[in-house]
């Protein structure tokens, strides 16, 4: 393991090609995704958003998704109670036996 950053660019210099191509891929992802956070943040701090009081502004495609998503789930819930609660009952109910002679 390199003690310096020195030693790692050497000891890098030293790999072969594929190796050194992985480096290159994955430190350039890594700065790609730094950079475009940064980039985010300061959007963040330098844009502010306008909103007209009397016209609040229409929801965004993840307000629309939460209210589908808790919708769906209420659904899915009271299915599956109904399910329980029906083979709780089925499970309940005692076979009855007809023996004809």
């Known amino acids: 393991m390199a003690k310096t950053l020195g030693e790692f660019i050497n000891q890098l210099q030293a790999k072969d090609g594929a190796d050194k191509k992985r480096w290159l891929v994955g430190l350039t992802t890594v700065t790609?995704?730094?950079?475009?956070i940064f980039w985010l943040m300061y959007l963040n701090a330098t844009l502010v958003a306008v909103v007209d009081p009397n016209n609040?502004?229409?929801?965004?495609a993840w307000d629309i998704f939460k209210?589908?998503?808790?919708?769906?789930?209420?659904k899915v819930e009271i299915g599956l109670a109904n399910s329980a609660l029906f083979f709780y009952n089925v499970a309940r109910t005692g076979n009855t036996f007809t023996i004809e002679k």
């Open 56 to 60: 609040p502004p229409d929801p965004g």
């Open 32 to 36: 790609t995704i730094i950079v475009i």
């Open 67 to 74: 209210t589908g998503l808790a919708v769906v789930s209420e």
